[in-house]
C-alpha cells in the first residue's frame, strides 16, 4: 500500500470480496450494518457499498477518505477487533486481496 495521498489529498480505493459459498446474504447483511459506522468516522469522505450486478455474493465498496491518516484510523478502529474476524468467516480470500488504490487523472483542458 502506498502511503501516498492523490494531489489533491485524499485517498480513494475499491474493495472487492466475494462470500463463500452459502454466506451470500449474510455477508450482504454483515456488510450492510457496517456501513453507517464507517461513514461517520472521521475522514470520511464517500463510503458507497455495491453488489456486482448479475453475481450474487460478490461486492465492491468505493471508500473516499481526507487522508491516508484518516483511512488507517478507520482500519485500526476498536470496532474492527470484532468485525474483520467475522468477515473473514463470510468471505473468500483476505481482504488485502480485493484492495485497490485508485489515483484519478483528468485530460488537460
Known amino acids: 500500500m502506498s502511503d501516498k495521498a492523490t494531489p489533491a489529498g485524499y485517498v480513494t480505493l475499491i474493495w ?8 451470500e446474504a449474510e455477508m450482504k447483511a454483515f456488510l450492510t450494518r457496517a456501513i453507517s459506522p464507517s ?19 460478490t461486492f465492491i465498496i468505493l471508500e473516499r477518505w481526507e487522508t491516508r491518516e484518516a483511512l488507517h484510523r478507520h482500519l485500526n478502529a476498536p470496532r ?19 484492495v485497490r488504490f485508485l489515483r484519478p487523472f483528468r485530460p488537460p483542458r
Not at 17 to 22: D, Q
Not at 80 to 98: A, K, N, Q, S
Open 16 to 23: 472487492e470480496a466475494r462470500s463463500k459459498p452459502g454466506q
Open 80 to 98: 474492527m477487533t470484532e468485525l474483520v474476524p467475522r468477515l473473514l468467516e463470510l468471505m473468500e480470500g483476505t481482504i488485502e486481496d480485493g
Open 39 to 57: 461513514r461517520n468516522d472521521t475522514g470520511n469522505i464517500d463510503y458507497e457499498a455495491h453488489e456486482v450486478e448479475g453475481e450474487p455474493g
